[in-house]
């Protein structure tokens, strides 16, 4: 049932912009013929006033060059940009109204009373993975070139084939404490809007909905869709994937072939949101909406964790059992604390100082070149991701894929950690494992043995520092695996799978590489823009 978080028209649709972006036309303005883009770039060539700066603007085949005019009586210089590339351009939109300050750079009795808003994003200098949406208004005093221009930049960008055009978007109403609804509609709904993109929504009513939701898709809103968006938490994002790998690996091969078409995204709105920050380097929901707008993709692990009950979960982030999961079972009694409900069941959790036994089984990853490579934008370790149907199989089936032996290890354990991405939070901004990649098909393994109330607690203490490669510390081993295997003995604790309890605590996972594709290109580290 689609809700109304933004204004929607009779037939169900959002009406995201009744601006020149629903008008596009399906031709490209800009074909690959020289003569014609020669023709196109003299033709679409202006003097615009751009905060404050005269300059002059022309439309080329990949984007829009912008030379500011000389002025060195300047003293207050903005740093405006060079090139706006189409596809970092959400859209634009013919604008009247020009900022008063503006006016500066033509004569007073000349306003420029019109303009063309080109909305795109800007990336923080420190952190050029963190981006924020920016719309540069190149003011004129021309109704019918700014129209013109808008009408250029539209098409142009209409033609970049990678761009979503329609997404359901599913949201929980309670993520976050109710932070998703307002993410949605302050954050994440304008910069999908401001590119033209069509978004059905759906409110969440209970727990697991959100996997109902996608699971049922029909065919006809399989094909309609180019994606799915979570708005929420982790447990979110995790049921949306549970959701899709169950249309995968149904008896439906049409329907399983369309699923394997749609891109995943998460809009962080929840109370940790590791998902999204492994994804991105950042929690900023506008960085997430602005990554599936622009039509980011990416291959992404997923890890199938199936239990003793015949049950199983997808995960993209973790499987922890003793301490974390100790900590979520007493964390959820206090669900009404919002985020700080974590720190206080940790701090409880710890001082019980609880161990529990089990025999953990796991088949160890072979030997890589690029092991201490960091993840990031282009990763070469993450290029040699598993093919669409490979992938499909390891998530069909509960058994490992691979023929590797098994090592078993047998003791009392604090904390057993399955790792599958890098699992950055506000905690630990690194993330938990530091060498850990979107789609290696690798997790790390983290096992820390029986150790005094202390030892853990310094174990924790590190883990924003350098994450959980502690090689230094006697009773933490961490190794690189494909599967893990654990069967409890005596007490047992709880499985956490990605800030979700398991019903049964002897547990199978493995790795599906490179197994759905999400709205992502990885984590930029470094870019022209920044330097
Ligand atoms: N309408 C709903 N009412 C109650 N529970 C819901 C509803 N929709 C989803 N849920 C459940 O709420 C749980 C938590 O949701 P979500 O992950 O979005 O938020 P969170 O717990 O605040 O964030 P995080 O997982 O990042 O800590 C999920 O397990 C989901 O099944």
């Not at 509609?185 to 809007?193: C, I």
Request: proline share 5%; glycine share 8%; net charge neutral.
């Amino acid at each position: 049932m689609a809700h109304s978080l933004v204004p929607e028209d009779s037939s169900g649709w959002r009406s995201p912009s009744q601006d020149t972006m629903l008008l596009r036309k399906g031709r490209p303005t800009f074909g690959s013929d020289p003569d014609l883009e020669a023709g196109l770039a003299s033709a679409s060539s202006a003097t615009f006033c751009l905060n404050g700066r005269r300059v002059e603007a022309q439309i080329t085949k990949s984007g829009i060059t912008l030379t500011q005019a000389p002025a060195r009586w300047l003293i207050w210089r903005s740093r405006l940009p060079s090139f706006l590339p189409f596809h970092e351009i959400l859209g634009a939109a013919a604008s009247k109204r020009a900022l008063p300050w503006q006016w500066c750079c033509w004569a007073a009795w000349r306003p420029p009373a019109h303009g063309i808003d080109v909305h795109t994003f800007r990336r923080k200098r420190r952190k050029p993975c963190l981006w924020s949406p920016v719309a540069w208004r190149l003011a004129c005093q021309d109704e019918e070139v700014a129209k013109q221009w808008a009408a250029d930049i539209n098409e142009a960008v209409s033609d970049i084939s990678c761009r979503p055009r329609t997404l359901l978007v599913i949201v929980n109403p309670w993520g976050g404490c109710g932070r998703a609804r307002r993410v949605w509609a302050g954050e994440a709904y304008p910069v999908l809007s401001q590119a033209g993109v069509r978004c059905v929504v759906v409110d969440t009513r209970h727990p697991l909905h959100a996997k109902d939701i996608v699971a049922a898709l029909p065919m006809h809103e399989l094909e309609l869709y180019d994606g799915i968006l979570a708005v929420g938490g982790d447990g979110l994002f995790q049921e949306v994937l549970d959701g899709a790998a169950a249309l995968r690996c149904g008896a439906d091969a049409q329907r399983a072939a369309a699923a394997a078409q749609l891109r995943l995204g998460h809009i962080p709105g929840g109370s940790t949101d590791a998902a999204a920050y492994s994804m991105h380097g950042t929690r900023s929901a506008a960085c997430a909406a602005l990554h599936a707008a622009l039509g980011d993709s990416t291959p992404l692990d997923v890890m199938r964790v199936d239990t003793g009950d015949g049950s199983h979960r997808m995960s993209v982030c973790y499987a922890t059992y003793g301490y974390m999961g100790d900590l979520l079972h007493t964390s959820e009694a206090m669900r009404w604390l919002g985020e700080s409900r974590y720190p206080l069941a940790g701090a409880l959790t710890l001082f019980r100082g609880r161990s529990y036994g089990a025999r953990v089984s796991y088949q160890s990853a072979a030997p890589d070149a690029l092991k201490a490579m960091c993840c990031q934008h282009q990763c070469q370790r993450c290029s040699v991701s598993a093919s669409a149907s490979h992938a499909s199989l390891g998530l069909h089936s509960p058994a490992a894929v691979t023929e590797a032996p098994w090592t078993t290890v047998e003791g009392r354990f604090k904390s057993i950690m399955a790792i599958v991405t890098s699992c950055r939070s506000d905690m630990s901004p690194e993330g938990l494992s530091r060498n850990a990649h979107l789609a290696d098909g690798r997790l790390h393994l983290v096992l820390v043995h029986q150790c005094s109330i202390l030892e853990y607690l310094k174990f924790l203490s590190l883990i924003p520092t350098c994450g959980i490669n502690m090689e230094h510390l006697p009773y933490v081993k961490v190794v690189e695996a494909t599967a893990v295997k654990v069967q409890p003995l005596g007490e047992e604790s709880h499985w956490n799978v990605d800030g979700e309890l398991m019903p049964h605590n002897e547990v199978a996972a493995h790795v599906c590489q490179g197994a759905v594709q999400v709205f992502s290109r990885g984590i930029e580290v470094g870019h022209p823009d920044c330097a």
